[in-house]
Nanobody, 114 residues
Framework: QVQLVESGGGLVQAGGSLRLSCAAS??????YGWFRQAPGKEREFVAA????????FYADSVKGRFTLSRDNAKNTAYLQMNSLKPEDTAVYYC?????????WGPGTQVTVSS
């Protein structure tokens, strides 16, 4: 069993940066995935990273702006978000990839002002 806790969200101006963290307890996830849900929209895939961090995958909307990394010694994955846009405003969730229903947490709110 894995428990995942997201942190690092906040309010930032367009063009700014934030770093989200996903701390895992229990066994180390083989893959981490980040997802987001904006008001009135379906939850969508943002990024994923493999066990050793050698393979990363990004949604086209964030490619080149977001970077996902992991530190297995700390059981943590990080989502560095640069050049943020108002359309990045959403609740961001960490899960496995593909996600499992039982692992969804409360997420962390990211708000980008224009």
């Amino acid at each position: 069993q894995v428990q995942l806790v997201e942190s690092g969200g906040g309010l930032v101006q367009a063009g700014g940066s934030l770093r989200l963290s996903c701390a895992a307890s229990g066994r180390i996830p083989e893959t981490y995935g980040w997802f987001r849900q904006a008001p009135g929209k379906e939850r969508e895939f943002v990024a994923a990273i493999s066990w050793a961090g050698l393979a990363t995958f990004y949604a086209d909307s964030v490619k080149g702006r977001f970077t996902l990394s992991r530190d297995n010694a700390k059981n943590t994955a990080y989502l560095q978000m640069n050049s943020l846009k108002p359309e990045d405003t959403a609740v961001y969730y960490c899960n496995l990839n593909p996600p499992r229903d039982s692992y969804w947490g409360p997420g962390t709110q990211v708000t980008v002002s224009s």
